[in-house]
């Protein structure tokens, strides 16, 4: 939907933030939009309302357009300003959100061009009505199984370690002695014997790792199990739903995000979806976040 290009006019340069049905006119008022050259406000589309404001065209073109996307202080500042704009009028009236920066050669061609797409805004508006987005992500639990296993296994071994350790010393120290000369067959034994290896020393090494990795597989299980129940208990309480991909782990974050998406929930749902989601804690021990309500920018469709 975007019309931008290197020689436009800058008094005609239309920036539409979003399209909605039936705004008050005094809710765009005192917003300040992405430039402060002149005020945000309404244009009708007949049935419809475009939320606009003109813009200078020579902070637009393709060329400062890209130079903006480089720059990710200045990127974040157009992104603030636009969904204050596109989230003030969602408080008040169904709203459309359009994509950050579509831009118009002028009112007549936001007409035409929003005008030949009513219907899909019409059907996004009643869809979206009186509903908001929840954004929910669930890491796995804390393996505290596996990991006290392995702890305990390590201290086990440690244990071990130290006392074998002790029992080498002392019988060394023995052998060593060069006034017992009852040690000097011992010692030779003893060299012999260091260096073979303990009996079944490499099948308990091979059990200990099959075991770990029989114990990491059920845990990825269980987090994949109780991420999808999640979804079902929170879908079901949703009009729509979609499915993100999982975020990547931080440097040294341990957690793993096992469930990213996003829900349409009724407005008069959303302390019952507070509830479910915390009962859902409880009963997973699994990290729930919970995050909304937004502006249904997910449920929209591609306007």
Known sequence: MTERGPETSDADTIYVFAVC?????TDVVGLTGVSDDSAVSTLSLGTLTAIVQ????????????QARLSDQRELERYARAHHDVVSAV??????????????????RRVREALGEEADRFRAALRRIAHHAEW???????????VDRDARDGRDARDGRD??????????????DDPHDPERAPARQVASADRTRPAPGAGLAYLNRKRGAQERRERGQNEALRIAEAVDAEVGGLAKASRRLRPQPQAAGERRVQVLN??????????????????????????????SGPWVPYSFVGEV
């Open 54 to 65: 003109t813009v200078r065209a020579a902070d637009f073109t393709d060329e400062a357009w």
């Open 21 to 25: 049905r039936d705004p008050d006119p």
């Open 90 to 107: 969602a408080a008040r009236c169904p709203t459309v959100p359009l994509p950050m920066a579509t831009l118009y050669h002028g009112e």
């Open 261 to 290: 998406a996003t829900y349409l929930v009724a407005e008069h749902r959303a302390e019952e979806l507070a509830r479910l989601t915390r009962t859902l804690r409880e009963r997973t021990g699994a990290r729930i976040e919970l």
């Open 162 to 175: 130290e006392r074998e350790g002790r029992s080498d010393r002392l019988e060394r120290d023995r052998r």
């Open 135 to 145: 954004g929910v992500k669930v890491y796995a639990p804390p393996s505290t199984r």
